[in-house]
Protein backbone atom coordinates (compact mmCIF):
# COMPACT_ATOMS: atom_id res chain seq x y z
CA UNK A 1 0.00 0.00 0.00
CA UNK A 2 1.08 3.45 -0.81
CA UNK A 3 0.18 6.45 1.77
CA UNK A 4 -1.23 9.39 -0.46
CA UNK A 5 -3.14 13.00 0.31
CA UNK A 6 -5.76 14.90 -1.02
CA UNK A 7 -4.50 18.07 -2.94
CA UNK A 8 -6.22 20.98 -4.27
CA UNK A 9 -5.91 22.82 -7.52
CA UNK A 10 -4.76 26.17 -6.34
CA UNK A 11 -1.53 27.63 -6.29
CA UNK A 12 1.70 26.49 -7.51
CA UNK A 13 0.91 22.68 -8.11
CA UNK A 14 4.74 21.60 -8.90
CA UNK A 15 5.35 22.83 -4.89
CA UNK A 16 2.48 21.55 -3.60
CA UNK A 17 3.24 18.20 -4.90
CA UNK A 18 7.18 18.91 -4.05
CA UNK A 19 5.72 19.42 -0.47
CA UNK A 20 4.05 16.14 -0.32
CA UNK A 21 6.70 14.25 -1.58
CA UNK A 22 8.69 15.57 0.72
CA UNK A 23 6.05 14.45 3.57
CA UNK A 24 6.29 11.33 2.42
CA UNK A 25 3.34 10.97 0.18
CA UNK A 26 4.34 9.57 -3.25
CA UNK A 27 0.65 9.66 -4.22
CA UNK A 28 -2.38 12.40 -3.96
CA UNK A 29 -6.24 12.56 -5.08
CA UNK A 30 -6.61 15.81 -6.89
CA UNK A 31 -9.84 17.64 -5.75
CA UNK A 32 -11.34 19.47 -8.15
CA UNK A 33 -14.90 20.72 -6.64
CA UNK A 34 -15.24 23.47 -8.35
CA UNK A 35 -17.13 22.94 -11.95
CA UNK A 36 -14.66 25.96 -13.41
CA UNK A 37 -11.93 23.99 -13.10
CA UNK A 38 -11.68 21.60 -15.83
CA UNK A 39 -10.16 23.73 -18.18
CA UNK A 40 -7.10 23.23 -20.90
CA UNK A 41 -4.96 25.63 -19.22
CA UNK A 42 -5.53 23.89 -15.43
CA UNK A 43 -4.80 20.35 -17.75
CA UNK A 44 -2.05 21.70 -18.61
CA UNK A 45 -0.79 22.97 -14.94
CA UNK A 46 -1.29 19.21 -13.52
CA UNK A 47 0.60 17.58 -16.73
CA UNK A 48 3.80 19.84 -16.10
CA UNK A 49 3.76 19.57 -12.35
CA UNK A 50 3.39 15.70 -12.68
CA UNK A 51 6.47 15.65 -15.25
CA UNK A 52 8.23 17.77 -12.99
CA UNK A 53 7.80 15.79 -9.82
CA UNK A 54 6.41 12.19 -10.46
CA UNK A 55 3.67 12.56 -8.24
CA UNK A 56 1.12 10.03 -9.50
CA UNK A 57 -2.42 11.25 -9.26
CA UNK A 58 -4.07 8.05 -7.91
CA UNK A 59 -8.11 9.64 -8.42
CA UNK A 60 -9.75 12.93 -9.14
CA UNK A 61 -12.21 14.20 -6.50
CA UNK A 62 -14.82 15.45 -9.11
CA UNK A 63 -17.81 18.36 -7.51
CA UNK A 64 -20.94 19.38 -8.84
CA UNK A 65 -22.38 22.82 -8.71
CA UNK A 66 -25.96 24.02 -7.03
CA UNK A 67 -26.88 23.74 -3.54
CA UNK A 68 -25.05 21.30 -0.86
CA UNK A 69 -26.34 21.02 2.35
CA UNK A 70 -24.24 18.27 4.17
CA UNK A 71 -27.39 16.96 6.78
CA UNK A 72 -29.91 14.84 7.36
CA UNK A 73 -32.45 16.95 6.09
CA UNK A 74 -31.42 18.51 2.99
CA UNK A 75 -28.53 17.03 2.35
CA UNK A 76 -31.07 14.24 0.55
CA UNK A 77 -32.84 17.57 -1.48
CA UNK A 78 -29.45 18.65 -2.22
CA UNK A 79 -26.52 16.46 -2.65
CA UNK A 80 -25.45 14.52 -5.95
CA UNK A 81 -27.19 13.13 -8.62
CA UNK A 82 -30.43 11.73 -6.89
CA UNK A 83 -31.67 14.80 -6.06
CA UNK A 84 -34.33 14.99 -9.54
CA UNK A 85 -34.42 19.18 -9.93
CA UNK A 86 -30.02 18.91 -10.35
CA UNK A 87 -29.17 15.46 -11.68
CA UNK A 88 -28.93 16.84 -15.50
CA UNK A 89 -26.87 19.44 -15.46
CA UNK A 90 -24.41 17.39 -12.72
CA UNK A 91 -24.47 14.59 -15.12
CA UNK A 92 -23.06 17.10 -17.46
CA UNK A 93 -20.28 18.28 -14.84
CA UNK A 94 -19.17 14.37 -14.22
CA UNK A 95 -18.53 14.55 -17.85
CA UNK A 96 -16.79 17.21 -17.91
CA UNK A 97 -14.63 15.97 -15.17
CA UNK A 98 -14.33 12.54 -17.47
CA UNK A 99 -13.20 15.08 -20.27
CA UNK A 100 -10.60 16.84 -18.41
CA UNK A 101 -9.18 13.07 -16.77
CA UNK A 102 -8.35 12.36 -20.25
CA UNK A 103 -6.28 15.23 -20.40
CA UNK A 104 -4.41 14.24 -17.46
CA UNK A 105 -3.65 10.62 -17.38
CA UNK A 106 -5.90 10.06 -14.91
CA UNK A 107 -8.30 6.82 -15.01
CA UNK A 108 -10.32 7.37 -11.47
CA UNK A 109 -12.92 9.75 -10.41
CA UNK A 110 -14.59 9.82 -7.08
CA UNK A 111 -17.69 11.51 -5.60
CA UNK A 112 -20.61 11.48 -3.42
CA UNK A 113 -23.60 10.48 -5.43
CA UNK A 114 -26.31 11.38 -2.80
CA UNK A 115 -28.76 9.68 -0.61
CA UNK A 116 -29.38 6.56 -2.77
CA UNK A 117 -32.90 5.47 -1.81
CA UNK A 118 -32.89 2.35 -0.04
CA UNK A 119 -36.31 1.26 -1.72
CA UNK A 120 -34.73 -0.03 -5.24
CA UNK A 121 -38.37 0.52 -6.14
CA UNK A 122 -38.41 3.81 -5.55
CA UNK A 123 -38.42 6.72 -8.34
CA UNK A 124 -35.32 8.35 -7.19
CA UNK A 125 -33.36 5.05 -7.06
CA UNK A 126 -34.51 4.27 -10.75
CA UNK A 127 -33.56 8.02 -11.89
CA UNK A 128 -30.38 7.65 -10.26
CA UNK A 129 -29.31 4.68 -11.33
CA UNK A 130 -30.04 5.58 -15.28
CA UNK A 131 -27.71 9.07 -14.64
CA UNK A 132 -24.99 7.17 -13.11
CA UNK A 133 -25.02 4.19 -15.75
CA UNK A 134 -25.32 6.86 -18.74
CA UNK A 135 -21.71 8.12 -17.10
CA UNK A 136 -20.49 5.27 -17.04
CA UNK A 137 -20.90 4.22 -20.43
CA UNK A 138 -19.29 7.35 -21.37
CA UNK A 139 -16.16 6.91 -19.19
CA UNK A 140 -15.74 3.11 -20.00
CA UNK A 141 -14.28 3.42 -23.41
CA UNK A 142 -11.79 5.73 -21.83
CA UNK A 143 -10.38 3.07 -19.72
CA UNK A 144 -11.81 5.17 -16.80
CA UNK A 145 -13.74 4.34 -13.28
CA UNK A 146 -15.94 5.70 -11.44
CA UNK A 147 -15.71 5.59 -7.79
CA UNK A 148 -18.66 6.22 -5.49
CA UNK A 149 -17.41 7.83 -2.13
CA UNK A 150 -18.71 6.05 0.74
CA UNK A 151 -21.12 7.55 3.63
CA UNK A 152 -24.78 8.21 2.36
CA UNK A 153 -25.75 5.10 1.57
CA UNK A 154 -25.54 1.68 3.14
CA UNK A 155 -22.90 -0.78 1.65
CA UNK A 156 -25.82 -3.06 0.80
CA UNK A 157 -27.34 0.08 -1.11
CA UNK A 158 -23.99 0.35 -3.29
CA UNK A 159 -23.69 -3.08 -3.72
CA UNK A 160 -27.18 -2.80 -5.20
CA UNK A 161 -26.14 0.23 -7.29
CA UNK A 162 -23.50 -1.52 -8.89
CA UNK A 163 -25.40 -4.71 -10.11
CA UNK A 164 -28.13 -3.07 -11.28
CA UNK A 165 -25.88 -0.16 -13.23
CA UNK A 166 -24.37 -3.41 -14.74
CA UNK A 167 -21.04 -1.89 -16.20
CA UNK A 168 -17.65 -2.83 -15.15
CA UNK A 169 -15.65 0.12 -14.68
CA UNK A 170 -17.56 0.82 -11.17
CA UNK A 171 -15.95 0.98 -7.88
CA UNK A 172 -16.04 1.93 -4.25
CA UNK A 173 -13.53 5.04 -2.45
CA UNK A 174 -14.44 3.74 1.17
CA UNK A 175 -13.98 6.61 3.64
CA UNK A 176 -14.73 4.54 7.02
CA UNK A 177 -14.76 7.81 8.87
CA UNK A 178 -18.47 8.76 6.55
CA UNK A 179 -19.40 5.44 6.83
CA UNK A 180 -19.73 6.63 10.79
CA UNK A 181 -20.36 9.73 10.53
CA UNK A 182 -23.55 9.55 8.34
CA UNK A 183 -24.42 6.50 10.83
CA UNK A 184 -24.75 3.92 7.68
CA UNK A 185 -22.29 1.11 8.90
CA UNK A 186 -19.39 -0.41 10.69
CA UNK A 187 -16.68 0.06 8.57
CA UNK A 188 -15.17 -3.06 9.49
CA UNK A 189 -18.78 -4.81 7.98
CA UNK A 190 -18.32 -2.15 5.40
CA UNK A 191 -14.85 -3.40 4.17
CA UNK A 192 -16.05 -6.86 3.80
CA UNK A 193 -19.28 -6.19 2.09
CA UNK A 194 -17.85 -3.71 -0.19
CA UNK A 195 -13.94 -5.69 -0.57
CA UNK A 196 -13.67 -6.65 -4.12
CA UNK A 197 -14.73 -2.74 -5.15
CA UNK A 198 -12.87 -0.94 -3.13
CA UNK A 199 -10.06 0.97 -5.26
CA UNK A 200 -8.80 3.86 -3.21
CA UNK A 201 -9.49 5.25 0.05
CA UNK A 202 -9.90 8.38 2.80
CA UNK A 203 -8.13 7.48 5.49
CA UNK A 204 -9.57 9.75 8.42
CA UNK A 205 -10.80 9.55 11.97
CA UNK A 206 -14.34 10.87 13.48
CA UNK A 207 -17.68 10.06 15.23
CA UNK A 208 -21.11 9.08 15.19
CA UNK A 209 -23.70 10.82 14.83
CA UNK A 210 -25.42 11.80 18.09
CA UNK A 211 -28.82 13.44 16.52
CA UNK A 212 -31.17 12.79 13.52
CA UNK A 213 -30.53 16.04 12.20
CA UNK A 214 -26.39 16.41 11.90
CA UNK A 215 -24.10 13.80 10.96
CA UNK A 216 -21.34 12.81 13.38
CA UNK A 217 -18.21 15.08 13.88
CA UNK A 218 -14.84 14.30 12.31
CA UNK A 219 -11.79 13.90 14.47
CA UNK A 220 -7.62 14.19 14.79
CA UNK A 221 -6.55 10.98 13.32
CA UNK A 222 -7.09 8.39 16.66
CA UNK A 223 -9.55 10.58 18.58
CA UNK A 224 -12.59 9.33 16.95
CA UNK A 225 -14.19 5.90 16.42
CA UNK A 226 -12.39 4.63 13.64
CA UNK A 227 -10.07 2.13 14.63
CA UNK A 228 -6.45 2.19 12.29
CA UNK A 229 -5.37 -0.74 13.00
CA UNK A 230 -9.10 -3.29 12.21
CA UNK A 231 -8.97 -0.87 9.20
CA UNK A 232 -5.89 -1.79 7.27
CA UNK A 233 -6.30 -5.44 8.67
CA UNK A 234 -9.34 -5.94 6.87
CA UNK A 235 -8.50 -4.21 3.53
CA UNK A 236 -5.28 -6.53 3.66
CA UNK A 237 -7.65 -9.47 4.28
CA UNK A 238 -10.06 -8.73 1.53
CA UNK A 239 -6.61 -7.90 -0.62
CA UNK A 240 -6.41 -4.36 -1.00
CA UNK A 241 -2.97 -3.24 -2.01
CA UNK A 242 -4.07 0.18 -3.45
CA UNK A 243 -3.28 3.41 -1.79
CA UNK A 244 -4.02 4.87 1.60
CA UNK A 245 -5.14 8.69 1.00
CA UNK A 246 -5.21 10.64 4.59
CA UNK A 247 -8.04 13.33 4.32
CA UNK A 248 -8.47 16.15 7.23
CA UNK A 249 -11.32 18.43 6.80
CA UNK A 250 -9.76 21.59 8.36
CA UNK A 251 -7.64 24.15 7.05
CA UNK A 252 -4.02 25.78 8.33
CA UNK A 253 -1.25 24.40 10.31
CA UNK A 254 -3.18 22.03 12.64
CA UNK A 255 -4.36 19.93 9.42
CA UNK A 256 -1.24 19.31 8.26
CA UNK A 257 0.11 18.13 11.64
CA UNK A 258 -3.13 15.77 11.70
CA UNK A 259 -2.23 14.58 8.37
CA UNK A 260 1.60 13.95 9.42
CA UNK A 261 0.69 12.01 12.75
CA UNK A 262 -2.28 10.16 10.47
CA UNK A 263 0.83 9.02 8.13
CA UNK A 264 2.90 8.00 11.15
CA UNK A 265 -0.12 5.57 12.65
CA UNK A 266 -0.12 4.29 9.36
CA UNK A 267 3.31 3.63 8.60
CA UNK A 268 3.61 1.57 11.54
CA UNK A 269 0.35 -0.63 10.42
CA UNK A 270 1.62 -1.15 6.83
Known sequence: MKLGVILGMGGDLVATFKDAM????PTCQLSCWSTKEFTDENAKKVRDAVAATGMEISCIIAGWSGPQVWDFYD??????????????????????AS??????????MNTHVGFIPENPNHEDYYGT???????????????QYFLFETGQETPVTLLRAIADIGTDNL???F???????????????????LGKYIRNTHIKDGKYPTCGRFLGVE????????????IIDALK???????????REIHGEQQRLDILKARDMLLELI
Open 129 to 143: ISMLRCLARYMQPRG
Open 99 to 108: DFMQKINVTD
Open 237 to 247: AVGYDGCLTIE
Open 219 to 230: TPPGEGDVSYPE
Open 22 to 25: AMGF
Open 75 to 96: GPETLGLVPKAFRGIRLMELYA
Open 171 to 173: GIN
Open 175 to 193: DSANLLAYGKGNPIDGIKM
